[in-house]
């Protein structure tokens, strides 16, 4: 197939996933039709559910199950979805793909119902794919929600706070990334020792994914947030933290306002502070890093239209914060 083909056999499979989306979160209730439906409706990059279906293409000359892929799609971006709901209430987020956020308009106690009936709704989606395609899923959901607290709670007295941060990362976004492509891969019917560096290919990725996301987060570009929302939320993302670890006697300005969550008035400063910071570069030789220790797991593969799909979202991780 060309990569012309395989990129139109990718798009016309993620269309089918976008209406099981949302037939999957239908119910007789109208309230919680209409808040799951909320975000799904927002749209978003469908990353996840993308890298599934194009991992998936591994199958297409040999033993692809389709309806599995499809399936698999789905609870990878319902997962997603799901943790978008929890997030912005434990953030206190106000703007969310930029439309009010789901605790905006129904309140705390909705929103987070809501991000569990997702779950719930994902979980018996993937419950006809299998008890060892749910046992991966559990283990995922686990890193997630240890991810989230571990972003809370903060690092450990002594802990490193980079290392934390990374830990995180890997946690809270690796982790459903590297299930992303080893569904894909599982249901190409690959076998064992590539389903394995397909799976390590999403977690590094995931790893320069959300660092990009991050940085994005501070040059003011989309990345799905209000600029400086990580700042305002006392949030520690790379830049900030390499910032402190350094900590330049001509930084005194910003290291006294990355002390503490930035107020409105001065998220500005700080902004226009860290965009002129050599961190940020640090942090662009970070992501290139991760990106390339993602498409050497695929070293391994045939030089066709799905490796190098998965190649270019390896280059589109480092472009995007270019």
Wanted: hydrophobic share 45%.
């Amino acid at each position: 197939m060309t990569d012309e083909g395989f990129a139109q056999w990718v798009s016309e499979r993620a269309d089918i996933v976008e209406a099981r989306l949302r037939t999957a979160v239908e119910t007789s209730y109208a309230l919680v039709s209409e808040a799951a439906q909320y975000l799904i409706d927002a749209g978003g990059k469908r990353f996840r559910p993308t890298l599934t279906i194009a991992a998936g293409g591994f199958g297409l000359d040999a033993a692809l199950d389709e309806e599995g892929l499809l399936s698999a799609a789905v609870v990878v971006e319902l997962t997603h979805v799901a943790s978008l709901y929890h997030d912005d209430v434990m953030d206190e987020a106000e703007l969310r793909r930029d439309i009010p956020t789901a605790h905006r308009r129904w309140g705390n106690s909705v929103a987070i119902l809501v991000g569990d009936y997702m779950l719930a709704q994902a979980s018996l989606v993937g419950a006809a794919l299998g008890e060892d395609f749910m046992t991966y899923q559990a283990r995922t959901l686990s890193r997630l929600v240890q991810g989230q607290i571990a972003e809370i709670s903060g690092p450990a007295a002594g802990a490193d706070p980079l290392e934390h941060y990374l830990s995180v990362v890997a946690d809270k976004t690796a982790a459903l990334i590297a299930a992303s492509a080893r569904y894909g891969a599982i249901f190409a019917g690959l076998p064992a020792d590539q389903v394995e560096s397909l799976t390590e290919y999403g977690e590094q990725l995931g790893l320069a994914f959300q660092v990009a996301d991050d940085l994005l987060d501070i040059l003011g570009e989309q990345s799905g947030k209000q600029p400086g929302t990580d700042l305002r939320e006392g949030v520690a993302t790379l830049v900030p933290l390499l910032v402190q670890s350094q900590a330049r006697p001509r930084d005194a300005r910003l290291l006294e306002l990355l002390a503490a969550p930035v107020p409105d008035a001065d998220i500005p400063e700080a902004l226009t502070l860290l965009r002129a910071h050599p961190a940020v570069g640090e942090a662009r030789a970070q992501i290139r890093h991760w990106a390339n220790q993602a498409a050497t797991n695929l070293a391994g593969f045939p030089d066709t239209a799905p490796t190098r799909a998965l190649k270019r979202l390896c280059d589109q991780a480092v472009l995007r914060t270019r």
